[in-house]
């Protein structure tokens, strides 16, 4: 696992100046790697490469980065695992006997070879692993740029002023001279909409990140595309989309009994890749389904106790490491938990803008840091749950919605229309001078919330927008973000979604294109390089996810209950009644917490004079959602969260010369 970084286009840099601005790019991201740094420039071409390693797979000097390929021809650095590059290994040395010999025992010597005799997109589709890495071809002048399928790791790109940038973290560009630091509003209305901003935007104008399952080519001499800052059409090798269509195609024919071997037999194997470490290695355990699977089966291939790790808290309804420890004890791996104060917690907060680089406001970033520290103390390499909600259909909204839709539905047009403007008439100053003779006036309040909610999804015309309606945080961003036009993304794009059979399975489907890789696979990523831990989801392994999206929605969600399959699997190790009970997230009592130990910091951060000047939200929505929270007349943390997260940031990068801050 590396950090990784560099530039195309710097032949206005001296050799030395070069290798020293590779060099501060790449120590941005030293927490990614602090085992080791390396750094290669080639002054002609005006390319520089630079990493900082952490050392898991072979960490002796043959697997220091970035590597030449035997041949001399080819440079790389790599971010990630490829899990059978020792089956790689040995297809190269069955199709090229006499072409190389092996100077050590790391992965990414396997794919620097793999892509020089196969080619790019070819080694790229016969590897399984996490990865974001840059290859530069010495004899085409050309960089390359690739993500992993379902992008476990990062990779941000972009022209700014006549230079091509990249790195695994937007803090690494931001090291290079040229890096302008523009805002872009655009990408701001998508934090409001989705707390997190969608791929390929960044919080910057003119930088992308890398989509998922794709690679993209840059050409040194490209002066059209560097004067105009265009940017390469990334290639996609691997597409959920096309999973999805496969999956209906060919619909698996089994049992259901067969289809929970057969996974059982799938996951195994993939755990048993994502357990090959030269390091200590443990994985997180919640209790619940995802994580348990993925403990049981370690245990099940390990000759000695796995580590497990959980954090708890004293507040009861946010606390599961009784769940944890009671599987733990069961499946007997060594086992170890922390209890967290809420001053725990309330010290990460300033850490964030740092940690996650862009404003990102999934507030369960805050106890996933946490666990992510405690692993780190005892292991270098972390397994976790992630990616089983989506492709088993954990979450509630995948039943939930259906439902809704078929209650809507089933009221005429004119009739929803009716009640849609009724609802908006509760909005009005006279009804608020009605209703203020309630009794109470938190009623009041509530009432005109329902109204709003009701009214926005009376109006939906669709099953798809009233799911996306449904998960929006603010339900008009540009009417909060000034100056700014709201990007369609996966989720608020219907006609791009994979063509599921069935609704719930769409959803699955939309929310592994989007929110798994957007949200979650981020949250995790930096919270755990943010304390030098690697972390592997085995749930994610392409395999694992082309035989699932085969099975019926029934072998996934049977009786209005998810994971039907995931959960058979599961018994073969841990019994029902330790691991049944109602689906718990990974969360805070945020709410609590801005309106107690956090309002103060809040207030700061949301006061109308400081707003208005910076420019970037309208103060009036903002300061009247702040004012229905404070008095509990609103549950609307979330929406705040979003807004004081890109606060936060925007302080921080305030600090730094390379931020410029937008005028109104």
């Not at 691997?238 to 929970?260: C, I, K, N």
């Amino acid at each position: 696992m590396c950090g990784i970084a560099g530039f195309l286009g710097g032949e206005r840099f001296t050799p030395a100046e070069a290798s020293s601005i590779a060099r501060e790019m790449a120590a941005a991201v030293v927490h990614r790697g602090p085992d080791d740094a390396g750094v290669w420039a080639d002054r002609e071409a005006g390319v520089a490469l630079a990493y900082q390693r952490l050392a898991v797979i072979d960490p002796s000097p043959a697997g220091r980065q970035p590597m030449q390929s035997a041949s001399g021809r080819s440079v790389i650095v790599f971010n990630g695992e490829i899990y059978n590059h020792l089956d790689l290994r040995r297809q190269i040395e069955a199709r090229h006997p006499d072409a190389l010999s092996w100077r050590g025992h790391s992965d990414t010597e396997t794919l620097l070879a793999a892509i020089e005799y196969w080619g790019l997109e070819e080694a790229l589709q016969a590897a399984t692993g996490m990865f974001a890495f840059a290859f530069w071809d010495r004899e085409d002048r050309t960089l390359c740029l690739a993500r992993d399928r379902m992008g476990e790791k990062p990779l941000y790109y972009g022209w700014q002023n006549g230079v091509f940038l990249f790195g695994s973290e937007l803090k690494a560009l931001a090291a290079h001279p040229a890096f302008a630091g523009d805002v872009d509003r655009d990408a701001l209305t998508l934090l409001l909409r989705h707390g997190y901003i969608s791929s390929p935007w960044s919080i910057y104008k003119g930088v992308q990140k890398l989509p998922p399952g794709t690679y993209l080519r840059v050409t040194a001499g490209a002066s059209r595309e560097r004067r105009a800052g265009e940017l390469p059409e990334p290639r996609r090798y691997w597409s959920l989309r096309d999973v999805v269509a496969a999956g209906r195609a060919q619909p698996f024919e089994g049992s259901p009994e067969d289809a929970v071997d057969a996974l059982h037999d799938l996951l195994l194997r993939a755990v048993r890749g994502q357990m090959v470490a030269d390091v200590p290695l443990g994985a997180f355990l919640s209790g619940g389904i995802d994580s348990s699977t993925v403990v049981a089966l370690m245990q099940a291939q390990s000759g000695q106790p796995v580590r497990t790790f959980t954090i708890g808290f004293d507040e009861s309804e946010y606390n599961e490491a009784g769940y944890a420890k009671a599987v733990a004890s069961h499946l007997r791996t060594e086992h170890t938990e922390l209890y967290v104060s809420a001053r725990d917690a309330l010290d990460v907060i300033p850490r964030l803008p740092d940690l996650f680089d862009e404003p990102f406001a999934d507030s369960s970033q805050i106890p996933t840091f946490l666990v992510a520290g405690l692993a780190r103390r005892h292991v270098t390499v972390a397994l976790s749950g992630d990616g089983g909600d989506e492709l088993f259909g954990g979450y509630e909204h995948y039943v939930s919605t259906p439902r809704r839709w078929r209650l809507l539905s089933s009221v005429p047009t004119p009739l929803r229309r009716l009640v849609a403007g009724a609802s908006t008439a509760f909005q009005a100053p006279e009804a608020d001078r009605v209703l203020s003779r309630l009794p109470m006036n938190r009623g009041r309040r509530r009432i005109q919330a329902k109204a709003r909610t009701l009214a926005l999804l009376a109006n939906c015309r669709t099953q798809e927008e009233l799911h996306w309606r449904h998960l929006s945080h603010w339900p008009n961003p540009c009417a909060v973000v000034r100056g700014a036009s709201e990007p369609a993304t996966a989720l608020t794009e219907p006609a791009s979604w994979p063509d599921a059979l069935e609704f719930a399975a769409r959803l699955m489907a939309v929310d592994s294109l989007s929110y798994l890789p957007d949200d979650i696979l981020v949250k995790v990523d930096r919270a755990a390089m943010g304390v030098s831990l690697e972390t592997r989801a085995p749930f994610l392994d392409h395999c694992v996810m082309e035989f699932v999206w085969r099975l019926p929605l029934s072998f996934r969600i049977r009786n209005a209950r998810s994971k039907w399959v995931l959960r058979q699997a599961l018994y073969k190790y841990v019994p029902m009644q330790l691991v049944e009970r109602p689906k718990a997230g990974f969360s805070i009592p945020l709410a609590a917490w801005l309106r107690g130990p956090l309002r103060d910091w809040a207030e700061a951060l949301l006061d109308a004079r400081r707003l208005q000047a910076e420019g970037f939200f309208d103060p009036r929505p903002v300061r009247r959602k702040w004012h229905e929270f404070l008095n509990a007349h609103e549950q609307c943390e979330q929406r705040l969260w979003n807004i004081l997260m890109f606060q936060a940031w925007l302080d921080r990068s305030r600090r730094e010369p390379w931020t410029k801050d937008a005028a109104p």
